[in-house]
């Protein structure tokens, strides 16, 4: 594979994760069951999960692409709570700590993972 594409792949799907987030977080709102209300916790540690894991495998810089991507997501998903209150849908603190720790999860899989795709021909 041409080795400029295969450095765009994970920057684009970084994007394409980032406005999948944002539609889910603003725009398609899904029926709430009250047992079932702590799943949507999982749902947003998963979702930043891949957004931070993606964004740690979409630069070059290994060490100091962790901890901005914890800030940069985190932030994200702080921007996703302040406008899903302009747009009528409840902002959580809790959501945005679960957005907090996929963030963490999702850095340090990619600073793991990275060096063995970077292996992969």
Do not use: W
């Not at 209150?85 to 990619?110: C, E, H, K, Q, V």
Request: aromatic letters at 10%.
């Amino acid at each position: 594979m041409n080795k400029t594409i295969k450095h765009k792949i994970p920057f684009t799907l970084l994007l394409i994760c980032a406005l999948i987030i944002l539609i889910f977080s603003l725009f398609i709102s899904a029926p709430k069951i009250a047992d079932i209300n702590s799943l949507d916790k999982f749902e947003h540690i998963a979702a930043y999960i891949a957004l931070s894991l993606l964004f740690v495998l979409s630069f070059k810089n290994r060490n100091k692409v962790i901890i901005i991507s914890i800030i940069i997501c985190t932030m994200y998903g702080g921007l996703m709570e302040v406008l899903q209150g302009i747009t009528g849908r409840n902002p959580g603190f809790i959501d945005l700590l679960a957005d907090l720790i996929g963030s963490i999860i999702g850095s340090m899989a990619g600073y793991f993972v990275k060096p063995v795709l970077l292996k992969i021909k």
